[in-house]
Structures are given as C-alpha cells and as structure tokens.
C-alpha cells in the first residue's frame, strides 16, 4: 500500500472546506536517518562548501590585490571590498527572503546559486577597484539568497532530534571549502606557476564553474511540505511527503510508524506586511531583540577578522602576501571542528547553555589573544594557533546564530525572518567591520588593533548574556511547537 494512504494527513473539515488536519509535520520529524538526508546535507552544505573557498580566496589574496602589476587597491580599499561584498549579502537576503517564503525554498535555490556563482566569475574578470566591488557586491547578493532558502529548508526537513547539530554542521561546511582555499593559494599565488595577475583569477573561475555542478543535485531536492500544506497546496505537499517516506524506508529498510499528532492550519498563500512585522516585532518582540543580538555581534567579530587576517599578517608579522592563505589552513580547520564536535551537544545539553556558552568562551579567548598580541607576545604561528582556538568556539556559536533564527518564528515567515535579522545585523555589526579594521590596521599600531579586538568581545559577551536571559529551548523540539504557524489553531 502506497505510503500516502497510511496516513491521511490532509483530510478537509467537513465543517469548514478551508480547514486542513495535518500530520507532516510529526512525519518529517519521526523519519530515521537516511540518504535522503545525507543528500539534503550534501546539496545544501556544498555552496556554503564553494562560497567559503571563494571567500578564502578573496582573504587571501588581500595582500596580492596592493601589488602594483595587480589592481593597486590600498588598506582601505581591500576593507571596502568586504564591505561591498556584504551589502550585497544583506539586499540579496532582503529581496530572497521574501520571495522563498512566498514562492518557495527549492525553487529559489537555483536562482541564488545561479547568482552567487555569476558573481563568482565575473570577479575573476575584474580590472579595478570600482569593477571588484560591483562584482562582490552581486555575489554577496546570491550568498545572501541563499541564507534565507537553505537554513529554511534544513530546519523544515531535517528531523527535530538531530536538527541542532545538522543545522551547525552544514554551516560549518563553509569552512570545509576554507580549507582547500587556502591550499589552493599555494599554488595559485606562487609566482613560479602563475603571474601575479593571473593566479588569483583562475582561482574565483575555478570556485565557479565547480559550484554549477551543485546546482545538478539540488534537482533531486524536493520542496518543503511543510510549506506546501500551510499555502494550500495539499495534494503536492502530500505527494512530496509520500515520496521522501518511500526513498527513507527503501533506503533504510525501516518500517515507518504511523503518527498520531496532527496540526490544524486554515491555508493562505500570502499574508500581508503589516501581519509580518506584528508578528516579528510584536508578539515575537524578546525573541527579535535576542536574534539581533546574536547575529550582530558574531558578523562583527567574524567580519572584522576573516576579512583582514591577511593585512595583520603581511603589517605586523612579515609574512609575504603570496604565503597567508597557507596561514588560513588551521584557521579554517578550527572553524570546522567546533561545529563538528560541539553541534550534538545543542541537541543534548540544549540550545540556551550551549548558544551562552561558546559565545562567552570565545570572548574571552579573543581578549586574552589581543593582549599577547598587544605584548608582541606571539608569532606568526601563534597568532594563527591562537585565533584557530577563538574560532574552534565562534564557529558554533555563530551557526547557533542562524540555527535560532530559523527556528523560533512561525513557518509562514521563516525565510524572511532570516532574511530581515541578517540583513540588520549584519549591517549593525558587519559591514563597517572590515573597514573599521582596515582603518586600524592601517595605523600600524597593535593597541588600535586590540581596541577592535576588546569591542568584538564585548558584543560577544552581551550577546552570551541575552541568551541566558531570553534564550528558546528548542532541542528535540518540532518546530510547531516552538513557534505555531500563523495559520493554525488548536485542533
């Protein structure tokens, strides 16, 4: 018997022709691990996989980028780049947001990509300041998309036990391209292969041209039926949810149990502006004023350093432009891990200990760092190692970041939600960063430069604090219960 008949989840009240009775919701959540999700964790990981060797690139190539038979950019030049980079993000993710929650999450996944990886390769044709930055700026408008789609969809198919930690882990993947970035400038920037002009362009050619082959295995991605049951669309939602629960038991080999819990949604397709801030910044004012907090403050301290890692090194360490993305290898390594080994601990120990906990940590980490730094207390190699650790803890927290975006608002809004906290955090605590750091960097003077390292600790510390006061305990929790759709009442 097909396994939509098992289980009819889309029935019609008889006593009102727009109410649905749905139990998707409980079946994603009760679905055993399979390859179905291990594609999920592939297809959705692999672009931040390419956008975090892409990004690596552009960090490493800081140094190259001031040579004068490249494009001559200057301290603050280098900075604005970031800067441009993310703006584009925080539009991208303003205008994807809104259409993914409208329109979709599969289908915008190809529009994103299709944007990010356009982007991409325009940069590899850059030929000076002005013409870098616009092209930044489009590919920061296709990594911002992307946010907003993919965190949707890994919180509205990934089962809620394990939603934690595969939340942390595909956005920790980024790291994973980070690696074999800053490998790949060995090579590419080493002026016995390359010429300084040339090396760094094949390199974001490179980037793009493997990121179209992600767009092959998002085809076999199916949309949200979460999404699909509260926009009406039942039949689809529930041949998309029979269709996951037959590749599951085949794969799996598992007998799928009927479930019990039912949701009650009277399905709209769209609800207007006014509904959605009300909702954002009324109903759901503590939770808004706790995903600000957490968002900024991680943009802020990750921005400020990824971006600028290569200028500390080659101003204050000597090291030569063409060697820093080898000095990003351990780096990156640490960002990964602490996703890694950490992210199970946000489903067992909790969200709210966990989120307060490495934010706090890394803090702290960052103020010790920037007094040995201060001190000249460190080399080239210590500093790496040091920053490594710091980031072993930020990582996870910044993942953690996203994760509670996606998590504690209604479903109807969730891309955008992702969308408008992105957008103004990381405007509040992003996009002034690099050129912030450029400017202290700039100076010379290593105590500017732990001014800068002091405020990013302390919005960390602040952030940790919001947590603790105003923190969602969403562990092994459906999403439904953490946040009721805008369409659903009590059956």
Not at 67 to 85: C, K, M, N, Q, R
Not at 210 to 232: D, M, N, Q, T
Not at 240 to 246: Q, R
Request: charged share 15%; net charge positive; glycine share 8%.
């Amino acid at each position: 018997m097909p396994l939509n008949q098992e289980h009819v989840s889309a029935a019609p009240d008889p006593h009102n022709a727009s109410t649905v009775h749905t139990d998707i919701p409980a079946r994603l959540d009760r679905l055993p691990w399979s390859r179905f999700h291990w594609l999920l964790v592939f297809a959705l990981g692999a672009s931040w996989a390419i956008d975090g060797l892409e990004v690596t690139l552009k960090g490493a190539i800081s140094g190259v980028l001031q040579d004068p038979a490249t494009l001559y950019l200057s301290s603050v030049e280098i900075g604005a780049l970031a800067s441009f980079y993310l703006l584009g993000a925080v539009i991208g993710a303003l205008v994807c947001g809104w259409l993914t929650d409208r329109h979709g999450r599969a289908r915008l996944f190809f529009i994103t990509l299709a944007i990010y990886l356009t982007g991409t390769l325009l940069t590899a044709f850059s030929w000076d300041f002005i013409s870098i930055a616009a092209f930044r700026c489009i590919t920061g408008f296709g990594i911002g998309g992307e946010y907003a789609a993919i965190n949707s969809a890994i919180d509205e198919l990934i089962p809620a036990r394990l939603r934690g930690r595969v939340s942390l882990i595909i956005n920790g993947s980024f790291w994973l391209g980070a690696m074999l970035g800053s490998g790949a400038t060995l090579v590419l920037l080493d002026p016995s292969v390359f010429a300084v002009d040339t090396g760094w362009r094949i390199g974001f050619g490179a980037g793009a041209l493997l990121g179209f082959l992600v767009l092959f295995a998002r085809a076999f991605i199916p949309e949200s039926p979460r999404w699909l049951s509260i926009h009406g669309r039942h039949r689809h939602a529930e041949r998309a949810m029979a269709d996951i629960e037959t590749r599951v038991a085949r794969q799996t080999g598992v007998a799928l149990t009927p479930v019990t819990e039912k949701l009650t949604i009277h399905p709209r397709s769209r609800f207007g502006f006014r509904i959605i801030f009300s909702t954002l910044f009324t109903k759901y004012r503590s939770r808004a004023v706790l995903c600000f907090v957490l968002i900024s403050s991680q943009a802020f301290l990750y921005n400020a350093i990824f971006f600028t890692y290569a200028l500390v090194l080659t101003r204050f360490y000597a090291v030569p432009a063409q060697t820093t993305g080898l000095y990003l290898l351990p780096f990156a390594i640490g960002n990964f891990l602490g996703p890694l080994f950490l992210g199970h601990l946000f489903d067992s120990i909790g969200r709210r200990t966990m989120i307060s906990a490495t934010y706090a940590v890394a803090a702290t980490l960052l103020l010790v760092t920037g007094a040995l730094f201060v001190n000249e207390t460190l080399t080239a190699l210590g500093q790496t190692a040091a920053w490594a650790v710091i980031f072993f803890f930020a990582s996870a927290a910044a993942s953690s970041a996203y994760l509670t975006i996606s998590e504690v608002f209604p479903l109807e809004l969730r891309a955008l939600s992702i969308a408008v906290f992105y957008a103004i955090g990381t405007a509040a605590g992003g996009i002034a960063a690099p050129l912030l750091f450029g400017a202290l960097i700039g100076t010379g003077e290593r105590i500017n430069v732990f001014y800068g390292y002091a405020l990013g600790a302390t919005l960390m510390y602040v952030a940790a604090a919001f947590e603790l006061r105003y923190g969602v305990r969403a562990e092994r929790v459906s999403l439904e219960t953490i946040a009721p759709p805008l369409s659903s009442q009590s059956d």
